[in-house]
């Protein structure tokens, strides 16, 4: 069972900037993909950000959601075992819960999803 938690949160003016970071309990290089979804309040959780974790890439590919294009980065480290969300230019609509993410599909094609607690970002006007 991995292990994810969050930190970084907090509260923030809009354009200003918060780094996020996910820890893993095991080697992120074990897993397929890791990202981060965000949760506002009455809203559906959404894909913020994602990027593949397998050793055949060094760095990973990403993607982004299209409102934080140009001004988010996801990126991993496979020493330290985590996978961070750097933000800049916030805004107030990036306001909400942002958990981190983690899939692993085995050989058999069976996909196992996993969840960190959620750390709390918060961009007033």
């Known amino acids: 069972q991995l292990q994810l938690v969050e930190s970084g949160g907090g509260l923030v003016q809009a354009g200003g900037s918060l780094r996020l970071s996910c820890a893993a309990s095991?080697?992120?290089?074990?897993?397929?993909?890791m990202g981060w979804y965000r949760q506002a309040p009455g809203k559906q959780r959404e894909l913020v950000a994602r990027?593949?974790?397998?050793?055949?890439?060094?760095?990973?590919?990403?993607n982004y959601a299209d409102s934080v294009k140009g001004r988010f980065t996801i990126s991993r480290d496979n020493v330290k075992n985590t996978v961070d969300l750097q933000m800049n230019s916030l805004k107030p609509e990036d306001t909400g819960v942002y958990y981190c993410?983690?899939?692993?599909?085995?050989?058999?094609?069976?996909?196992?999803?996993?969840w960190g607690q959620g750390t709390q970002v918060t961009v007033s006007s």
């Open positions: 990027i593949t974790t397998t050793a055949f890439t060094k760095y990973g590919f990403t």
């Open positions: 095991g080697s992120i290089l074990s897993t397929n993909a």
């Open positions: 993410h983690s899939m692993v599909v085995i050989s058999t094609g069976t996909k196992y999803e996993y």
